[in-house]
């Protein structure tokens, strides 16, 4: 079951235009956002996960970005 992130919930209440607008100031596109991202299929570069906290009207911070790609659940089995 996947857990809804403050990341993914901060997309998934956008409207389709605040989207649109959000992924054109982060310099991606919406399906980017949505598919790859929210899913945290792949990982942004660093410069590019800071344009995603500088441009979510502080909605979203480092740490935000950081459970949602990296979440606690990798690290409960530690070697």
Not at 62 to 76: G, I, K, Q
């Amino acid at each position: 079951m996947t857990t809804q992130t403050k990341f993914r919930h901060f997309l998934n209440d956008m409207s389709e235009e605040q989207l649109q607008d959000f992924a054109a100031r982060c310099g991606t596109t919406p399906a980017y956002l949505m598919v790859q991202l929210r899913r945290a299929y792949k990982v942004p570069r660093r410069d590019f996960m800071a344009a995603l906290v500088l441009n979510s009207g502080g909605r979203l911070s480092r740490d935000d970005l950081l459970d949602h790609f990296y979440p606690e659940s990798l690290f409960d089995c530690a070697a």
